[in-house]
Each structure stands twice: as structure tokens, then as C-alpha cells.
């Protein structure tokens, strides 16, 4: 008989949404052990007890997440902030302004992208203090939290990838 097969590794990817009519947040569970790897993906809405309950249906219990990438602006600190940040006026000039443009943090859309995504990340630490999963400690320079929690934008990230000889002018 097979023993059964541990999690040896979990990463969580969120994509934020702040509709208040449809599930436009998209959660993406990476998990691996030492047969197989699994991709599980769901949406979910804006409320706070919706996303709870989603969270828990896709992220089993006590697992430990190697790190948490969300995909929305944060602050150092989680703070909810109204000012243009440093990091979206670098990435809104020269020549990274033709490869994508964030969510401004002190406008529009990008305030309440924001609002979203830090409100996610207090309930990602407020699951972890309860008990249901475990965030890994971050290791690396100038973190957003003591958890190894960072801000994405892989369109950015992405297009940083291509050749400036190579994008259309």
C-alpha cells in the first residue's frame, strides 16, 4: 500500500478585483510534493466573508505557503495610502511606460485596486492568526510585511523580459 503523499511545498497568487457586483478576484493555489505538482484557481468576490470562506475551500488547513503574491499595490507595513507611490512613477516613464502601467494609488481605479488588495492581505494574516495556514517569514530586502508576502505585477515583470529593440513603436 502507497503511503500517502505530504505537501512539500505551497504558493498562493492573487489576482485583485474590487468589484462590488462580481467575483473579479482570481486566487491560484501552486502546491507540490515529491510525485506531482497541482494548480488550483477560483474566483471569488470583494466581501471580506466571501473571500474567507473561498480562501479556506482552496487552501487546505495548515498548510505553510513558501510565499503569497498579490497581484494589486501595497505599502511597506500594509498601510492604506492616497499618494502616487515611488515604484509607479518609475514604472510609468522611460521606457518601461510602453510595457504597462500600474494602478496609481492616488486615483481612480488604482485606489480602490489598493483598498482591495490590502484588505486581502490583513485576512491572508488574519487566516494565519487564527491558525487555518501558515505564511512563511520574508527573507528578503525592504518587505511589504515580516511575511514572505510581495506585490505583483507580472505584465510588468513579464515585458521587462523583452528587448526595448523589440516592442512595436
Not at 7 to 34: F, Q
Not at 64 to 86: C, F, K, N, W
Not at 88 to 107: C, H, I
Request: hydrophobic fraction near 35%; charge should be negative.
Amino acid at each position: 500500500m502507497r503511503s500517502e503523499t505530504r505537501i512539500r511545498g505551497a504558493v498562493l497568487g492573487v489576482d485583485i478585483g474590487y468589484s462590488r457586483d462580481r467575483n473579479t478576484t482570481g486566487l491560484c493555489l501552486l502546491k507540490w510534493d515529491e510525485e506531482r505538482v497541482s494548480v488550483t484557481c477560483v474566483n471569488t468576490g470583494t466581501p471580506s466573508s466571501q473571500r474567507r470562506l473561498d480562501l479556506q475551500s482552496l487552501v487546505p488547513e495548515g498548510t505553510q505557503l513558501a510565499a503569497v503574491a498579490i497581484d494589486g499595490p501595497l505599502t511597506r507595513g500594509l498601510q492604506e495610502i492616497s499618494r502616487y507611490r515611488s515604484a509607479e512613477a518609475l514604472l510609468s516613464r522611460g521606457v518601461f511606460q510602453k510595457r504597462g502601467k500600474p494602478g496609481q494609488t492616488n486615483s481612480g481605479n488604482g485606489q480602490d485596486l489598493h483598498l482591495s488588495a490590502t484588505a486581502f492581505a490583513w485576512l491572508l494574516l488574519d487566516l494565519e492568526a487564527s491558525g487555518w495556514l501558515s505564511l512563511s517569514a520574508s527573507e528578503h530586502s525592504e518587505p511589504i510585511h515580516n511575511t514572505a508576502m510581495v506585490e505583483a505585477f507580472p505584465n510588468q515583470f513579464l515585458a521587462a523580459l523583452v528587448d526595448e529593440r523589440e516592442i512595436p513603436r
